[in-house]
């Protein structure tokens, strides 16, 4: 018999038993209990009520193909302005050759987000989805994030939309989370005062929505934000999903504390606790009822943490992610990417069901042999019953 230990949770327990949704109150009793009992509990039967224990990752690449932006986030290691030795910017040709050169077989999907480059033309964008959809044509393009998208409508002098809608001719599968960092104006002004604005940010994945492009949605906690804050931007995720239903996962970004501003300003040097990341996963599982998926992002809160948050709701771990930089720019101490057999282990080794799928959550293989690990696996699940 589970016992509760927080008497203020029982209303809550009660209602995530049912399948019912939290208000923002409720919401907040998560953040604060301290029954992470309870909690971890309650993310565990929302993820297994929608996927059993089934665990989903993608075989992908990642690919920046400049780091030239103007736009100054306090809280991004990654950024270079032109003319900086540290800079990169590839013309549409390298970006294919790039990606020629990491082409493992079995790769579905292809993941870019950049900086904003204040020169390179609009075209340049259409024709480097085109020659990626020429080059390798089963490979699915996730790229430009919602504050990309608003540098492209600035710079092509078109709406949003059109953007949208142009690229996705061009090959654009769907969009990445980023850009999101956290929506409150608040914390906006001080940690990404030039970047999209919140309600653009949220206006850009309607639109995409609209045109059947998928997306996902992302949030950088662990800095200056309140827990208030943290539940205010899924809050808004929320209600945007009811209205589309395009989001595919909510991904929750750990803030890196090296070679940033914002870090500097801040005196900070701590990663997040594995508790904070823990409990801001669980958070979201249970208060995201309309998102499909929670993601646990290896590359910031680590490969065994991962493991550990899939009893915490997370039902999806992204990607073999080869070659990733933004992250490790600010401190980040995972490796750049890992092998699809890492990733099937690291799944099977915590008791679940590896599935390896595409960008739109098709399922490629479901790696249903024995885990590898079966005492531990044995024992998970025992515990879990
Ligand atoms: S987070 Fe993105 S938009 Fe902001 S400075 Fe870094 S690269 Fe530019």
Redesign the pocket.
Known sequence: MNRVRDPKLLPVVEKVERGERLSFEEGMLLYHTPDLNTLMRLANLVRERKHGDKTFFVHSLRLEFT?I?????T?????ARKGDPRAWDYDPDVVVEKVREKWEPGITELHM????HPNRPWSYYLEMVSKLRAAFPTLQVKAF?A??IE?LSKISKKPTLEVLRELKEAGLAALPG??A?IFADRVRRQI?K??VKAEKWLQIHREAHSLGIRTNATMLYGHIETLEERLDHMDRLRKLQDETGGFHSFIPLAFQPDANDLAKSLGKREFTTGLDDLRNLAVARIYLDNFDHIKGYWVMISSDLVQVSLDWGVSDIDGTIIDEH?AHAAGATSPLGLSKQKMVEMIQSAGRVPVERDAFYNVVKVWNQLPLVPEKAKALAKARA
């Open positions: 780091n932006c103007y736009v100054g986030c809280f991004c290691a990654f950024a987000s950049s900086g904003h994030t504050a990309e540098h980023g850009g960092e990404a030039n970047k933004i």
